[in-house]
């Protein structure tokens, strides 16, 4: 069994940071992509950041120039450092990983979700 564990999340003042953590665990052999994605209330899920296995990012253009995306494959754990926040970046967020088990079988995962609150 594998699974995603979020970290990192709490109350912050606009134009304040947060680093997020995800911890894969279990019986692990590989993970492919790895990313992050929030909801706000009444809004659809939706992708903040990904990283490759390669290192190869991508990002939204709503979070371009705050976020950083980054991992570290011998620990098994993606992080999103989270700078210059604001009002609308308050959400939920959630890991997302593609991963390979030692027995070879795929599995697409999702974290449980930390939330995120931007606010004075």
């Known amino acids: 069994q594998v699974q995603l564990v979020e970290s990192g999340g709490g109350l912050v003042q606009p134009g304040g940071s947060l680093r997020l953590s995800c911890a894969a665990s279990g019986s692990i052999f590989s993970i492919n992509d790895m990313g992050w994605y929030r909801q706000a209330p009444g809004k659809q899920r939706e992708l903040v950041a990904s990283?490759?296995?390669?290192?190869?990012?991508d990002y939204a253009d709503s979070v371009k120039g705050r976020f950083t995306i980054s991992r570290d494959n011998a620990k098994n754990t993606a992080y999103l450092q989270m700078n210059t926040l604001k009002p609308e970046d308050t959400a939920v967020y959630y890991c997302?990983?593609?991963?390979?088990?030692?027995?070879?079988?795929?599995?697409?995962?999702w974290g449980q979700g930390t939330q995120v609150t931007v606010s004075s």
């Open positions: 990283i490759t296995s390669g290192g190869s990012t």
């Open positions: 997302k990983a593609r991963v390979i088990t030692q027995t070879g079988s795929g599995y697409l995962i």
